[in-house]
């Protein structure tokens, strides 16, 4: 009796073991990628019995991942792709080996981290896809009574390897349809040098660039702080008539307004009490090429009329002269801010406004070309270790992975700033590769911070450090803008934002 019932569960095996091999055999008949991870992560959750799955391949190098969730509500599904970024699945990418736990909440190697404790995460079997450099990995997760055993973990090994092949010929048949780069045809026919990324959103903003670039007129770019706006202004000079001329920068927020008219105009002999010969501007330095006035929006009054001066007639006084002289520049102005509202808040001259954006162009946040953010980590690695002479360093898959998932709220700028950083830190330690703990230092410093999110504690940092040198200057709004390197209305907006107020604390 005992032997008929071995013998029926041999069969039984057997059979199940059939049938998983029929459906793996059916997966690699597909050929859409998306499918694939589906009905692979279907598979991968009906033979262990997971509660929740998640399964995730990726290109070379990590630029660009393809995922597919099971058990995850639409609106949890990017916040479970950031916290497993970040988490147990960039550890079982890194390494290369099946992570198994009874319980991610109470493990020593997971407890510490919040998201873990926040969505209260119990069994894990997380198995990367492929040997040797993983292609991806597989994430599933079931209750604590359930858990995972032997078996479970024997069958996801092995079906993980075995989708490899099939995941890498389905990578290279999307890679193909994806290879017309929308930056490509541009890239061609214009001098872009430096310009990082191959999204969409990147490739308007070239496409409107190459547009205005041949053409002689003046060019407003708007956008967040640190999306690259001069970097877009050099494209549009370097790609237009002026190209052997100068280009000439000069940021309207970083001088008191004392100082800014002489800084853009130049000042002739005896014109204030420092001007003992003739000094000449920015416009004088730019003449044949261009002038790129950053943060447009910070410039006082005075400073507006005699630049709407300048791009009507083509003439300007010097500080103390008697006689306009005419200048040949072309002026590309950007703002973070809103022109439109300054110009009803009678901050800005709308006549100005409107000889400033004959053809404006929008630079396009980081969140909203978040395929590029990976290569430009990259880059800015191999550029940090070239200025300070480090070793050759490269970024780690877990790196690259947490940098997709968090949030840049300082754009690109905070961007190469967090890499060249953590660049250093990883020299600094005798490292070969860039880890994730180097880019996000303080990752995991107390229970309180764990338990924040990214929003939560960039909006805590932001507040702490404007109320702190606020306090400093005596509330002296035009001084913290300054020693902070912000539009005095980026910072009055902060201000009312964080609802800060003299004496609060």
Known sequence: ??????????????????????????????????RFLEEALELLVDVTHARHGYLEVRCEEGLETWSAGRGYSDDDLAEVRSAISRGILAQALASGETIVTESARLDPRFRDRGSVQAARIEAVLCAPIGEGASLGAVYLEAPTEVGFDKRDVDHVELLARHLAPAAERLLAHTRAERSSDPTRPLRERLRIQGVIGRSEALAEALRQAALVA???????LSGESGTGKNQLARVIHDNG???????????????????????????????????????????????????????????????QAKLLQ???????????????????????AATNTDLDEA?????FRQDLL???????????????????????????CGVACGRHDLPRLELSVGALHAIRAAEWPGNVRQLAHAVEA???RAAGEGARRVEQRHVFPHDGSSPEEESMSYQEATRRFQRDLIR??????????????????????????????????????
């Open 1 to 34: 009796m005992c032997a008929e019932r071995e013998s029926d569960a041999e069969i039984q095996q057997l059979q199940h073991e059939r049938d998983l091999y029929l459906r793996l055999l059916t997966l690699g008949t597909r050929d859409d990628l998306g």
């Open 422 to 424: 953590a660049s250093i």
């Open 241 to 303: 008539r002026r190209s052997s001329g100068p280009f000439v920068e000069l940021n309207c927020a970083a001088l008191p307004e004392e100082l800014l008219e002489n800084e853009l105009f130049g000042a002739m002999p005896g014109a204030h009490s420092t001007a003992r010969r003739e000094a000449p501007g920015k416009v004088q330095s730019a003449e044949g090429g261009t002038l790129f006035l950053d943060e447009v929006g910070e410039l006082p009054p005075g400073a």
């Open 354 to 380: 409107y000889r400033l954006q004959v053809l404006p162009i929008r630079m396009p946040s980081l969140s909203e070309r978040s395929e590029d953010v990976p290569e430009l980590a990259i880059y800015f």
């Open 343 to 347: 110009v009803r808040e009678r901050r």
């Open 468 to 505: 702190r040198t606020l306090e400093e200057t005596g509330w002296n709004v035009a001084e913290t803008a300054r020693s902070l390197d912000l539009a005095r209305s980026h910072v009055y907006n902060l201000v009312k934002a964080f609802g800060l107020a003299r004496g609060d604390r």
């Open 310 to 332: 300048l791009l009507q007639s083509g003439q300007y006084y010097p500080l103390g002269a008697a006689q306009p002289r005419q200048s040949d520049v072309r002026v590309i």
């Open 214 to 220: 041949p053409l002689d007129v003046h060019v407003l």
